[in-house]
């Protein structure tokens, strides 16, 4: 934060008025990146339903992976990784559950919105598991093999 203040040329009390703590920063940081990666992998998805829902996800997921200067954050904070990506203090979460819900909707997806949302929700919580593993503590876990039970997300 002191770093940013001085190139914005601003005080740091100034800094947190304006953004509200660290954490929030990042997780506008973090959320504007995963916006783009998210309209990219939307674009090159083909087909519609599950199969198109799947695909957003494995494209995002290898963006995601690509993003060297992510991973390198994660890797050297991960407590503040955690505390930004998977609880509400930062937004990230919910802003994340809105883009999933859109991308149910776009390709296909019907049902009562709660429920739909709710079932955006636990399909976030599981590809997080793939996107995030070794952060939560499960290690490493290939898309394939949590292919199934996102998949079984998406069907009534």
Same mark, same amino acid.
């Given at each position: 934060?002191?770093?940013?203040?001085?190139? &914005?040329?601003? +005080?740091?009390?100034?800094?947190? /008025?304006?953004?509200? +703590?660290?954490?929030?920063?990042?997780? !506008?940081?973090?959320?504007?990146?995963?916006?783009?990666?998210?309209?990219?992998?939307?674009? !090159?998805?083909?087909? *519609?339903? %599950?199969?198109?829902?799947?695909?957003? =996800?494995?494209?995002? *997921?290898?963006?995601?992976? =690509?993003?060297?200067?992510? #991973?390198?954050?994660?890797?050297?904070?991960?407590? *503040?990784?955690? #505390?930004?990506?998977?609880?509400?203090?930062?937004?990230? /979460?919910?802003?994340?559950?809105?883009?999933?819900?859109?991308?149910?909707?776009? =390709?296909?997806?019907?049902?009562? %919105?709660?429920?739909? #949302? /709710?079932?955006?929700?636990?399909?976030? /919580? *599981?590809?997080?598991?793939?996107?995030?593993? %070794?952060?939560?503590? =499960?290690? %490493?876990?290939?898309?394939?093999?949590?292919?199934?039970? &996102? #998949?079984?997300?998406?069907?009534?």
């Amino acid at each position: 934060m002191d770093t940013l203040a001085n190139e &914005l040329a601003i +005080s740091r009390a100034t800094l947190y /008025r304006a953004v509200g +703590s660290r954490d929030a920063l990042l997780g !506008e940081v973090f959320w504007a990146i995963a916006k783009i990666l998210i309209a990219e992998a939307a674009g !090159e998805a083909c087909g *519609t339903g %599950p199969d198109r829902v799947i695909e957003v =996800s494995r494209i995002f *997921t290898e963006l995601l992976d =690509s993003a060297q200067q992510m #991973r390198k954050f994660v890797a050297e904070e991960p407590q *503040t990784a955690a #505390r930004v990506l998977f609880t509400a203090a930062a937004e990230v /979460r919910h802003h994340a559950i809105d883009a999933q819900l859109r991308i149910f909707v776009e =390709s296909g997806i019907e049902g009562d %919105p709660a429920e739909l #949302r /709710r079932r955006a929700a636990l399909y976030l /919580r *599981t590809l997080e598991g793939v996107l995030y593993g %070794p952060l939560l503590g =499960s290690g %490493p876990i290939a898309f394939e093999s949590a292919e199934p039970a &996102l #998949r079984a997300l998406l069907t009534e």
